[in-house]
């Protein structure tokens, strides 16, 4: 116990009592993000939105005409390829890995994201087996020798900038883009930008996005500052895999987001929650 000035003892945290009681104040517990309605989904239109969906007949892969263009241009230049979300982009590009894998030489396959990495990292290294392919991102670092690496943009940046500090280069005869259009990211699009001019024109570039812009436009610029032939490999149209959209609500009934017309569904407003103004409903 502490003493005071004056000699006296003085009362610390330990020797106040405790109230033992419970809190007068409990706090209120939030809403329900999705109130009771009566509303149910229309039987048909979950019909129409679920039409066809399901496992497809398994038959031999024929690949498009523009996934063999790409192939064959990627032997002599850099490719950058434009082409909707599962449209095969992906396709182009293991198929010119598999080809440098059997031709003794390496790769590396990069992705703006630590969770695509570690996503693509897993695929690869089942096709192509775990001991030719390593993964280099801030958090992870296994088998850096491998013939074939998957990392972060940022990460293969970093080791363009190391080999350039050391007088070395990075041992790598192909780097894959995946995501490109993220050079006009306005925080990271540097990332980009630094690994393209920085990558010898020994390295060929195969460039890989769905929603890239003025394509021709960007080739021009990849082919001036790497001082080589960029080819551009454009597969324009919709998407291959149709996107559909629906609300699953706290029932587990489903709810398409459009009706038979193309219209929002008015449906749905429903379970919206009425909206709060200086904390009180209105």
């Known amino acids: 116990m502490a003493r005071s000035r004056y000699g006296k003892k003085r009362k610390g945290p330990a020797d106040r009592p405790r109230d033992n009681k419970e809190r007068k104040y409990k706090r209120r517990l939030a809403a329900e993000s999705s109130p009771e309605v009566s509303v149910r989904p229309d039987a048909r239109a979950v019909e129409r939105l679920l039409a066809g969906?399901?496992?497809?007949?398994?038959?031999?892969?024929?690949?498009?005409?523009?996934?063999?263009?790409?192939?064959?241009?990627?032997?002599?230049?850099?490719?950058?390829?434009?082409?909707?979300?599962?449209?095969?982009?992906?396709?182009?590009?293991?198929?010119?890995?598999?080809?440098?894998?059997?031709?003794?030489?390496?790769?590396?396959?990069?992705?703006?994201?630590?969770a695509l990495t570690n996503s693509k990292y897993l695929e690869i290294s089942e096709e192509f087996g775990a001991e030719n392919v390593g993964i280099l991102t801030g958090d992870r670092k296994e088998n850096p020798e491998a013939p074939l690496i998957v990392g972060t943009t940022e990460i293969y940046r970093n080791q363009l900038f190391d080999a350039l500090r050391g007088g070395g280069e990075v041992n790598a005869d192909l780097v894959i883009l995946d995501e490109a259009h993220y050079l006009a990211d306005e925080d990271r699009g540097h990332v980009w930008e630094e690994a393209i001019i920085l990558s010898p024109p020994r390295i060929r570039m195969l460039l890989l996005s769905a929603t890239v812009g003025r394509a021709e436009e960007f080739a021009r610029w990849i082919g001036t500052v790497r001082g080589t032939d960029v080819r551009v490999i454009n597969r324009a149209g919709t998407r291959p895999v149709e996107l559909r959209a629906a609300y699953l609500s706290h029932r587990l009934d489903l709810f398409p987001l459009f009706d038979e017309n193309g219209g929002f569904n008015r449906d749905i407003e429903s379970f919206a929650q009425p909206r709060r103004r200086f904390g009180r409903r209105r």
């Open 53 to 114: 969906i399901g496992v497809p007949e398994q038959k031999p892969l024929k690949p498009d005409d523009f996934q063999l263009e790409a192939l064959a241009a990627i032997e002599a230049s850099d490719v950058l390829v434009t082409a909707p979300t599962g449209s095969g982009k992906t396709w182009i590009a293991r198929e010119e890995i598999r080809r440098l894998l059997e031709a003794g030489k390496r790769s590396w396959y990069t992705t703006p994201l630590k």
